[in-house]
């Protein structure tokens, strides 16, 4: 690009001038700024220096810059100098020509060649546009991925809290009637709360959508339509329009778009279903349950039926076969049922033994060295009641919840609701509840034990 200035024959051969305005012509605007500074007239501005008063007259050719595609018409004259308004004053954002910049009202103030400012705009305005192309599809995305992604979840959430609401009504039918349209009813508020959301997501997204759309189609009409003279002195209106469309925003996710899990919650539900459990005809599991031999470490002896773990205060001699399965630090040992549906409990026998522990675990625990990853209760594999120097306490992730036990329990029974993601600890004979942990389970379960003093018992 190049601009040229004529000058009409002075007095004395002036080559100052001269080298003036080849430094104006030489230098030229950044154009990597923000569109706001672009916009404002914040541009890096080009300082004429001044020059001595001398006879400045003509006028130029007309402009235009055929390698970056801007197209030009003929300009108007300067009113005062008869010369084409070609510069821009950034100072006093207006056209000006190159006379006005060294003799004229705008000696002095930050001018750039109409041509770069052009360029610059309309750069930044191809970015914007792409911006905005970018961000709507985005919300596009947003709108059929996310939002239907939710509202299938949403069905499928309220369809599992409906069948655990009913499923735990059934054990006490004639008792909960009523707590079971009170659920039920919740159920429903909760996910008609969350399909208005969705509604109002939906509907909000598709008219910023639009509304974006819109503005870019009127910026992109600006860019290809507007003379080069009204598009330099519009960048007002522009930036109105580019400020509308950064106000959109952008699309998230948020917890208010999920049902509520607590809505099918009921602590009188619970805790009448868990009796009806505990006191029926399965309430000590299923015979099958037993220790596996293979995980059983080298600190506790296991029983010929493999439902006994004893502690040996001594070790043994000789260790046992090497097994990638066995844990080789701790006094661990994990049972051969895996749970991952359904409702499961089991009683452990505990009475001959001050200091156990009884819980569940992934099978992903690490099984070796003296680490809290094998340590039961110590990682967030594993949950369990332990019972150590006289205290009671339920241990996950290294985090101890002291138990309040009004009496020390001979046995302790565990209740595993995959439904309802629960896991209850109780005491079998009073059908005391010990402690209730409402967790997301990841992964299947196995039923975990820890003895280091006697010996602790699977009850069938």
Sequence with gaps: MTEELHTCDLTSASSDTEETLEAVKSRVMESEQPIFSVLGGDVKPLKVPPVPNTCVGGASSPTSDNESGIFSVESELCVEHEAELDWFCGTEHKLICSHCAIVGSCHGHTVTPVATRVTAV???????????????????????????????????????????????????????????????????????????????????????????????????????????????????????????????????????????????????????????????????????????????????????????????????????????????????????????????????????SAAFKVGVCYASLERKGSGNEARLGYNGQSWVLSHYDGDYSFCHAGRKVPLQVARRPQRIGLLLDWPSQTLMFYEPESCAVLYSVTQHFSAALLPACAVTDRSITILH
Aim: glycine fraction near 4%; include cysteine.
């Design 122 to 352: 309309r750069n930044q305005l191809v970015d914007v546009c792409e911006k905005m192309q970018l961000q709507a599809l985005r919300i596009e995305r947003f709108i059929d991925q996310t939002l239907t992604a939710k509202e299938q979840k949403l069905q499928a959430a309220a369809s599992q809290a409906r069948e655990q609401v009913l499923a735990q009504v059934n054990a006490a039918r004639e008792a909960l009637e009523e707590e079971e349209q009170r659920l039920l009813e919740e159920v429903q508020r909760e996910e008609e709360r969350v399909e208005q959301c969705l509604l109002t997501q939906r509907a909000h997204w598709n008219k910023a959508l639009s509304s974006l759309s819109q503005t870019r189609s009127r910026l992109v009409h600006t860019l290809t339509h507007t003379p080069d003279a009204q598009l330099v002195t519009s960048v007002q209106e522009i930036a109105e329009r580019v400020e509308e469309a950064e106000g959109v925003g952008e699309p998230c996710d948020t917890d208010i778009l999920n049902l509520n899990p607590n809505c099918s919650d009921s602590k009188l539900l619970r805790g009448l279903w868990a009796a009806a459990v505990l006191l029926g005809p399965n309430a000590y599991g299923s015979s099958y349950l037993k220790f596996d031999e293979r995980t059983v470490s080298p600190l506790l002896s296991l029983s010929e039926d493999f439902c006994t773990l004893t502690f040996l205060r001594k070790k043994p001699r000789q260790s046992p076969a090497y097994d990638p399965a066995r844990f080789d630090s701790w006094p661990n040992a994990l049972g051969s049922l895996s749970m991952s549906s359904g409702t499961h409990s089991w009683v452990v026998d505990v009475g001959q």
